[in-house]
């Protein structure tokens, strides 16, 4: 079925929402007043909004946004038919506008720009589409009609409402989807640094989380970060590093560690890279390192051959640390919509060789 209805004017373009059968007599469907149809539960439904227009130039359409966002966001496919008639009224050619994908996501970009203002009178603003060159055209027949709603929405509508589903959860979220501004107070040199590499936590009071469909952020009201008492920082990877420890004696076999390497943006100051493994952390400064070890080793069960190679390392030793890859420096860069600079974690580049 096809929940559908026009006015047909040459001067205008006018709908409204209405019932009517699917048009497989061969004529086009009119809805009888008073009539109640019928749904035929056994096939996939659609929803459609059809709109009409004997415009000689131009080659949109336009619809409110106030009924437009109830329709795009209904779970089955949402289809703009648009009829283009002569000037006196007889059909020309017909146009099928799927409200998916690019053109969801224009709906719900509007959506969030008028939310993001707080401008809620959404009747008073249009959202156009180019039916041209967004649409699938077909001959103005009942079976061009049909084929056209079928080519739009594919052979599998299951899959095409599955994905629409994941599109309505997920458009505009590609960046982040969630995104937090916390104001805190340095006290010490390399302080930041630290925080930023994982090393010091920070108090979650003064956390701010906001909501960033599509950029545009807009204050976060669920209860999510609501236990929160402390932040910590997980540092981007820069990739996996080889640490060698050796000792005094030439002929003393090397312990070898791969550790994942995290590095801090220059501006920061204090520590420049922070290599992790799971028996120890390695903390490189600008005139030396800090070598921690993690946990208590009597805790944990590790195979024969690790305790040994991880007694090597731990004796008087000299360290080399080789790369395994190649990185560019983070930096300090603002996000779109926030006053203050954030850390750039997209700044590093790991190349396998």
């Not at 009409?52 to 089955?76: C, I, M, N, W, Y």
């Not at 709603?149 to 969630?178: H, N, S, W």
């Not at 340095?186 to 906001?210: H, T």
């Not at 990877?237 to 995290?262: C, I, N, Q, T």
């Amino acid at each position: 079925n096809i929940s559908t209805a026009s006015t047909i004017r040459a001067d205008g373009i006018q709908h409204w929402v209405g019932k009517a059968p699917s048009p497989s007599n061969g004529k086009w469907p009119k809805r009888a007043l008073g009539a109640a149809q019928k749904r035929d539960r056994s096939k996939w439904s659609c929803y459609v909004q059809l709109k009409s227009t004997a415009q000689k130039k131009g080659r949109t359409v336009k619809a409110k946004l106030s009924t437009f966002e109830p329709f795009a966001k209904l779970p089955g496919p949402s289809l703009l038919v648009v009829f283009r008639l002569h000037t006196d009224g007889e059909p020309k050619r017909g146009y099928v506008i799927p409200i998916f994908g690019k053109n969801l996501a224009r709906v719900l970009l509007r959506l969030r720009q008028a939310e993001s203002k707080r401008d809620f009178d959404l009747a008073s603003k249009n959202i156009s589409f180019d039916y041209r060159s967004k649409g699938h055209e077909f001959q103005l027949t009942a079976e061009g009609l049909r084929d056209a709603l079928q080519k739009a929405v594919g052979d599998d509508p299951t899959a095409y409402v599955a994905e629409k589903q994941r599109q309505l959860r997920e458009l505009g979220y590609e960046d982040a989807e969630l995104v937090g501004q916390y104001t805190f107070k340095v006290d010490k040199e390399g302080q930041l640094a630290r925080i930023w590499l994982g090393l010091e936590p920070i108090n979650a009071s003064g956390l701010s989380v906001f909501d960033a469909r599509f950029g545009i952020p807009i204050p976060y009201s669920g209860q999510l970060f609501d236990d929160l008492d402390q932040i910590k920082m997980t540092p981007p990877s820069v990739g996996v590093w080889r640490v060698s420890m050796k000792g005094p004696d030439v002929l003393d076999e090397a312990a070898v560690f791969e550790v994942e390497a995290h590095v801090a943006p220059p501006e920061l100051g204090g520590p420049i890279a922070l290599l992790k493994h799971q028996d120890f952390t390695i903390v490189i400064e600008k005139d030396g390192l800090q070598f921690e070890t993690e946990h208590v080793f009597g805790n944990a069960l590790r195979p024969l051959d690790r305790w040994c190679t991880l007694l090597r390392g731990l004796g008087p030793v000299a360290l080399l640390c080789r790369p395994k890859c190649s990185f560019r420096p983070l930096s300090v860069r603002r996000r779109r919509g926030f006053s203050n600079p954030v850390l750039n974690a997209v700044g590093a580049d790991c190349r396998s060789r």
